[in-house]
Nanobody, 125 residues
Framework: QATLVESGGGLVQAGGSLRLSCVASGGTFSIYTMGWFRQAPGKEREFVSAIRWSGDITLYADSVKGRFTISRDNAKNTVYLQMNSLKPDDTAVYYC??????????????????WGQGTQVTVSS
């Protein structure tokens, strides 16, 4: 059983930055792919970014490529999402998720078994 706790969300103006953190407990963090997803009101949950267990391979949705950076610190059981040049369209609840063991990053929600409770990101125009 794993528990994921996100933090770092908030209200920011367009063009601003936020850094989300997700601390994991339960299981061996360093062998699992980690991902970030988001869900805006009235929309389905969508993939944002993912990082391989070793940290050497990352994936990004086209909508955030070049603006967001995912990273992880296996010693701290933490995955981060640095979000720059934020846009109003980035407004959503952001979820951290734990994926497969010793596998590459995935964009598919069903490949993730554990999810955090989410943190709200609101970008004003």
């Amino acid at each position: 059983q794993a528990t994921l706790v996100e933090s770092g969300g908030g209200l920011v103006q367009a063009g601003g930055s936020l850094r989300l953190s997700c601390v994991a407990s339960g299981g061996t963090f360093s062998i699992y792919t980690m991902g970030w997803f988001r869900q805006a009101p009235g929309k389905e949950r969508e993939f944002v970014s993912a990082i391989r267990w070793s940290g050497d391979i990352t994936l990004y949705a086209d909508s955030v490529k070049g603006r967001f950076t995912i990273s992880r610190d296996n010693a701290k059981n933490t995955v981060y999402l640095q979000m720059n040049s934020l846009k109003p369209d980035d407004t959503a609840v952001y979820y951290c998720a734990r994926g497969s063991r010793l596998r590459g990053p995935s964009q598919t929600p069903r490949d993730y078994s554990y999810w955090g409770q989410g943190t709200q990101v609101t970008v004003s125009s």
